[in-house]
C-alpha cells in the first residue's frame, strides 16, 4: 500500500490552467465555423485560439478558422498576417491554443495529439477546444477544453510507444489528457440582450429536445463503437502474432545456443578455441515490437462511445418517463 501511494504521489500533476474563459463572441464564432464545415462537406474545422493568460486563468478572447487545404496557401504565413492583422486594430492578438470540431465526442486521434503536443511545447498555456456538432445540434452545448498531461508529453518526447516505455511512464488513454474546466462570459450589454431575446422566443420552441425517436442516434454511436472494436481486434491480432513470433525466435535461440555450447566444449576436448556466442547471436535479428500508441487512442475512443451511450440512454429515459407522466396527467384531467 505505501509503494503504491509512493508511486501515486510520484505522478506529475499539471497546475499550469486552472480554468478557461470565454467571450461568448469567440464562442459564437467557433460554433459558426464548425457547424458550416459540418453542414457543406463534412470536414473537420480547426481554428487559432486567441487571448491571454491572467494568473492561473486563460482567456480566450477571439479566434480565426485555419485555411482549407490547399497548397497555394502557406498555413504558417497566413496565421502570422491575420495575428498581424487583428493587432493592428487592437484585438488580442497572442496565440493561446486551437479549436476543432468533433463528431460524438470522437475527436481523440494521434493527428490531435501530435498537434497538441507541438502547441504545448512552444506555449506552455495553450489548450486546445473540442466542441461537439452533432450533441450540440440535439441541445445538449458541448465545448470542452484539454491540455496534454505530463506523461503524454513524456511520452512524445521519447517517441518510444513499446509496451515497455508506456507502462515506465504510467501512460494510458485515461490520462492522455486533463480537461480543464470552461466558462462562457458576456458582457453586460450581451447579457441584457439575451434576457430581452429569451422572452420572445415561443413557448413552443424547445419542444423537439423531448423526442422521443433516439433509435437512429443509438445506432448510429453503436456502430461506431463496433467498427473501433474491430479495429482494436484487429491491433490485439497484431501484437499476438508479434509475441508468438518473438516466443519461437527465442526458444530456437535457446536450442542453437545449446547446440553451440556442446560444439564448443567438444573443440575444447579437441585443443581447438571455442567460438564465441556472439556468431550465433547475429543469427538473430531482434523482431521490431509494433507500436503500442494506435491501441491506446482507439481504446480511449471506445471507451468515449460507451460513455456517450450510457449517458444518452439516461437522458432517453428520463424522456420516456417524463412524458408518462404529462401522459398521465393529461388523462386525469379528461
Known amino acids: 500500500m505505501a509503494s ?11 497546475n499550469t490552467i486552472s480554468y478557461v474563459q470565454c467571450d461568448g ?20 474545422a480547426q481554428g487559432a485560439l486567441l487571448g491571454l493568460v491572467v494568473d492561473d486563468r486563460l482567456e480566450i478572447t477571439n479566434c480565426f478558422p485555419f485555411p482549407k487545404s490547399d497548397e497555394t496557401i502557406d498555413e504558417e504565413e497566413y496565421q502570422l498576417n491575420m495575428m498581424r492583422r487583428l493587432r493592428h ?19 481523440l486521434s494521434s493527428t490531435l495529439l501530435e498537434s497538441q503536443y507541438h502547441y ?18 440535439r441541445g445538449f452545448l458541448t465545448l470542452k477544453a484539454y ?29 492522455l489528457f486533463i480537461e480543464i474546466p470552461i466558462v462562457i462570459k458576456n458582457s453586460a450589454l450581451c447579457n441584457i440582450m439575451m434576457s430581452e431575446l429569451t422572452e420572445l422566443v415561443p413557448e413552443e420552441e424547445g419542444t423537439h429536445f423531448l423526442d422521443l425517436g433516439t433509435a437512429s442516434v443509438l ?55 571455442a567460438v564465441p556466442e556472439e556468431e550465433v547471436n547475429k543469427l538473430f535479428r531482434p523482431i521490431p515490437v509494433p507500436t503500442r500508441l494506435n ?26 418517463y417524463m412524458t408518462q407522466a404529462l401522459q398521465n396527467a393529461k388523462d386525469n384531467k379528461q
Open 219 to 273: 445506432e448510429n454511436h453503436l456502430r461506431c463503437m463496433m467498427d473501433r472494436v474491430d479495429e482494436l481486434n484487429h491491433e490485439a491480432t497484431k501484437f499476438n502474432k508479434y509475441q508468438q513470433a518473438a516466443i519461437r525466435q527465442e526458444q530456437e535461440k535457446h536450442r542453437m545456443l545449446a547446440k553451440h555450447a556442446q560444439e564448443n566444449a567438444a573443440r575444447i576436448a579437441k585443443g581447438e578455441q
Open 147 to 175: 491540455r496534454l498531461t505530463p506523461q503524454a508529453i513524456a511520452m512524445y518526447k521519447e517517441r518510444d510507444f513499446t509496451p515497455e516505455a508506456l507502462r515506465n511512464l504510467k501512460v494510458g488513454y485515461e490520462n
Open 4 to 14: 503504491r501511494g509512493n508511486r501515486a504521489r510520484s505522478q506529475p500533476v499539471d
Open 89 to 107: 486594430v487592437n484585438v488580442d492578438h497572442f496565440h493561446v491554443g486551437w479549436y476543432q470540431s468533433a463528431d460524438v465526442g470522437n475527436f
Open 120 to 137: 504545448q511545447t512552444s506555449i506552455e498555456e495553450s489548450v486546445v477546444v473540442i466542441y461537439d456538432t452533432q450533441k450540440s445540434a
Open 295 to 320: 491501441p491506446m487512442i482507439v481504446s480511449g475512443q471506445i471507451n468515449t462511445y460507451a460513455q456517450h451511450i450510457s449517458q444518452f440512454c439516461s437522458q432517453s429515459l428520463a424522456k420516456l
Open 25 to 44: 463572441l469567440a464562442a459564437m464564432k467557433m460554433v459558426k465555423h464548425c457547424h458550416e464545415e459540418s453542414l457543406n462537406n463534412m470536414e473537420v
